[in-house]
């Protein structure tokens, strides 16, 4: 017995402790590996590929807040290894996050729209002190988007300075223009920073309309404090030297510094608020302005602006402008039409004379006249006065016309293309009215009737590719019946029912409405073909009603569109959805726009009311802005009587609600918008009192 247990001692135990070793070292390791690890730090978010970050993997790390609103949102925080945007955070206790702060952030990785994000489950201020240094970049390289969310540093001279709401808006420009927004300016009295070269202290952000590609950088700035002056040019404003405009001609922006200028000449062309053309002996000049200065045809002009060059044309941009009560004689020069694309006429006042090849006057307030033959043409842009009628111009017809030679890049071809602006009141003379030849006239129809058949091959092809997709679905939803009849039983016969009804009225409005109006419209096309050689006169009447029956199918075919492929919107989404709807109407329209959205009320709602909602409100602000007259809008978003309630108010001029009958598609569309999701449609509104609209959502909806 002993023997045996000695022998145990000297070869069991061994291998117990044996045994134990490869337990520890090829099973429980590799299951403690196998554990997904806690991000701890900035830089292990943003090396996560796309996928991956959209996994939800934990993240606790401590950083310091390098830009904060609420009112956005806005988050970005910053560590040793990188700087990242923390998404949809809301902080208990009323506490409010400041810049400089140290915090610990626990939360999940995100994919974002652009680079990896942080949801946070919790954010934490502690009691810690560290330094985030700005790393200086190149204007040249931010809209790069390498450096999305980064605490940076950079230099540029201010261009334009616009105050909004309490916030400032920044141009700057340093080898190219970059925008800066100052979050918090109303902790100091702004003062102007316009022609001072500044220094900033800020974090990159990239903004988005509708899709997900962002369509610019900027750099957000949580304050004054973040501003440095590096140097403010002396002297200033209208004490600059006064420059001529050969002088401007040569300048190239290759320049280590850029500065306004103070030049002088004899107005050609004005655009208020958009453009205007000076001329001086030496040459003439483009000059970009908002300001809305009225001054009459040959007066004498200052400007202070921003020398640059577009398209290879000399152009001051964000121009201010003063007149001096004086007027110059102006001597137009004449100048043959095949002669206009000559660089050497940029900015030149001219007469020439063309012949007239086509008419656009669907901008209410330019008429676009196209000039020329094969060889050459040129684009004559007539500015239109309030009141003042189109051009009853005429392909064929020939006209004399005087105006300001500029030229621009077609946004299309990419190509330079030369436009000469002008005005009605400039009167262009006709000087001929080319009489009907009957084979330029063929021509012409028989382009028209191809055009015309194109569109209409094209629309039947939609037409069939929806009428294939609905016949698709049907048919899935037929083998989901058969294949999983347990699942089917849930639903009620009278749903199923609907849902079939559904698709069958699809078919059959697209089959009735759409195929049906393009066969006839093809018949008409095709009589219109057949009259060409007998009867040419009678042609132009029969295509503008096959235009007119083509425009409607049209219509029809994108009502069909838009139902198939709905944008799909977040509720938490919302407010940030109508800020974007605001960049898009322009600052002066924006400024005028004031947003009250409870965001917490503003996630509980579902995707499909809150598009709704965003239709509402695009409806209602377009409709003041266009109608109304009004100084300020507002848009809120809130609680009543525990139902939620959508408010557009302006205090515009109102109207009388005895007449909501006879008003236009705007109110009809917003009251059809509300009864789609169950809510309740309001107005009041008195003449020179304002309109209050107000959408109540049933309790279903919250």
């Not at 988050?75 to 206790?93: A, E």
């Not at 105050?163 to 918090?184: D, Y």
Request: one cysteine or more.
């Amino acid at each position: 017995m002993n023997t045996r247990l000695q022998n145990f001692k000297r070869g069991g135990i061994p291998l117990i402790w044996f045994l134990i070793a490869v337990y520890f070292l090829y099973i429980r390791i590799p299951f403690v590996s196998a554990e997904e690890p806690i991000l701890t730090n900035v830089l292990q978010v943003l090396s996560l590929p796309g996928v991956e970050s959209s996994k939800g993997l934990e993240v606790r790390l401590k950083a310091v807040i390098t830009c904060s609103e609420p009112n956005f949102p806005l988050l970005f925080v910053q560590d040793d290894t990188g700087g990242i945007y923390i998404y949809g955070y809301v902080v208990g206790n009323g506490t409010l996050l400041h810049p400089g702060q140290t915090v610990e952030v626990v939360g999940k990785t995100g994919r974002g729209r652009f680079s990896p994000i942080i949801s946070p489950t919790q954010i934490r201020v502690v009691n810690e002190t560290r330094e985030v240094r700005a790393v200086p970049i190149d204007p040249a390289k931010l809209q790069s988007g390498v450096f999305d969310s980064q605490y940076v540093e950079m230099e540029g001279v201010v261009l334009q300075q616009t105050n909004m709401a309490g916030q400032l808006r920044l141009e700057l420009f340093n080898g190219q223009k970059f925008t800066v927004w100052v979050l918090h300016s109303t902790l100091a009295p702004v003062e102007d920073l316009v022609d001072c070269k500044i220094k900033i202290r800020g974090v990159v952000g990239a903004l988005f309309l509708d899709s997900n590609r962002p369509y610019q950088f900027l750099v957000y700035v949580n304050d004054q404090t973040a501003i440095t002056v590096i140097t403010r040019p002396q002297p200033q404003g209208w004490a600059i030297p006064s420059s001529s405009i050969a002088e401007i001609v040569q300048y190239s922006p290759i320049r280590k510094d850029l500065h306004r200028v103070h030049i002088t000449g004899s107005l050609t062309f004005l655009w208020p608020g958009r453009q205007l053309f000076l001329q001086s002996a030496e040459g003439g000049i483009l000059v970009k302005t908002s300001t809305t200065n009225h001054f009459h045809f040959g007066e004498i002009v200052e400007s202070l602006g921003f020398p640059f060059r577009a398209a290879g044309e000399p152009v001051l941009e964000n121009a201010i402008l003063r007149g001096t009560g004086k007027t110059n004689v102006l001597t137009c020069l004449p100048i043959p039409l095949n002669n206009l694309n000559n660089s050497t006429n940029c900015s030149t006042w001219i007469e020439s004379e063309g012949q007239v090849m086509n008419v656009n006057s669907s901008d209410p307030e330019l008429s676009r006249v196209q000039l020329g033959d094969i060889h050459a043409s040129i684009e004559l842009c007539l500015l239109r006065e309030k009141g003042e009628p189109v051009p009853d111009f005429r392909p064929g017809d020939k006209i004399r016309f005087h105006g300001v030679v500029q030229t621009t890049v077609d946004a299309i071809t990419q190509k330079p293309r030369t436009v000469v602006w002008s005005t009605m009141a400039d009167s262009p003379q006709l000087l001929s009215r080319v009489n009907t030849v009957l084979e330029t006239r063929q021509q012409q129809l028989l382009k028209a009737t191809t055009t015309i058949l194109g569109v209409a091959v094209v629309l039947l092809t939609i037409t069939l590719l929806l009428i294939r997709r609905w016949g698709q679905e049907r048919g899935r939803l037929l083998e989901l019946t058969e294949a999983k009849s347990l699942e089917v039983q849930t639903l009620s016969e009278a749903q199923i029912r609907r849902l079939v009804q559904e698709r069958e009225k699809m078919s059959r409005d697209l089959h009735d409405e759409i195929i049906q109006s393009i066969y006839a419209v093809g018949l008409g096309l095709e009589e219109c073909k057949s009259q060409l050689k007998k009867s040419p006169e009678s042609v132009g009447g029969r295509l503008e009603r096959a235009q007119q029956a083509l425009n409607e199918v049209i219509r029809n075919v994108r009502k069909f569109i838009a139902n198939i492929e709905e944008r799909i919107l977040k509720g938490r989404e919302f407010k940030t959805a109508v800020k974007s709807l605001l960049l898009t109407l322009g600052e002066t329209k924006a400024n005028r726009i004031s947003l009250e959205i409870n965001q917490e009320l503003a996630e509980e709602l579902d995707s499909g009311v809150a598009l709704e909602l965003l239709n509402i409100t695009k409806e209602a602000i377009v409709n003041a802005l266009r109608h109304s007259a009004a100084k300020v809008i507002t848009v809120y978003l809130r609680e009543e009587n525990n139902r939620v309630v959508l408010g557009i108010q302006d205090d515009g001029k109102g109207f009388k609600t005895s007449d909501l009958s006879h008003k236009g598609f705007g109110l009809r569309n917003i009251r059809s918008r509300a009864r789609e999701i169950g809510a309740t449609f309001d107005v009041e509104s008195h003449s020179g009192q304002g309109t209050h609209i107000r959408i109540e959502l049933p309790e279903t909806n919250l």
